[in-house]
């Protein structure tokens, strides 16, 4: 079992900046691939940004590159998702994952954390 806790979220007016924090608990994290996920108000959760477990690739979903950076701490057993130059449409609930590389891609295992509201304002 992995555990996972996020914080950092809040309120930003647009073109702000955030930085969210998952700190993992349970078995090895540096086993992990690590990701995040959002979820907006009455759509599905989509896939936002993932990192290897060396940190040596990382992933994101198109309309938040160049702006999203995904980082992991081993030793801290903690993963970052630093948010610049946000967006309204970036406002949703954001939730880190604990998973494994796939075919160039990442693919989530069950393990959640509750999630961190980010609310980005116009």
């Known amino acids: 079992q992995v555990q996972l806790v996020e914080s950092g ?3 930003v007016q647009a073109g702000g900046s955030l930085r969210l924090s998952c700190a993992a608990s ?3 994290f540096s086993n992990y691939a690590m990701g995040w996920f ?3 108000p009455g759509k599905e ?3 936002v940004a993932a990192i290897t477990w060396s940190g040596g690739n990382t992933y994101y979903l198109d309309s938040v590159k ?3 950076t995904i980082s992991r701490d081993n030793a801290k057993n903690t993963v970052y998702l630093q948010m610049n130059s946000l967006k309204p449409e970036d406002t949703a609930v954001y939730y880190c994952n604990a ?3 796939v075919s160039g891609s990442y693919a989530p295992y069950n393990y959640w954390g509750q ?3 980010v609310t980005v304002s116009s």
């Open 9 to 11: 979220g809040g309120l």
């Open 45 to 47: 959760r989509e896939f």
């Open 26 to 28: 349970g078995r090895t």
């Open 38 to 40: 959002r979820q907006a």
């Open 99 to 101: 998973g494994h590389p």
């Open 66 to 68: 160049g702006r999203f």
């Open 115 to 117: 999630g961190t509201q």
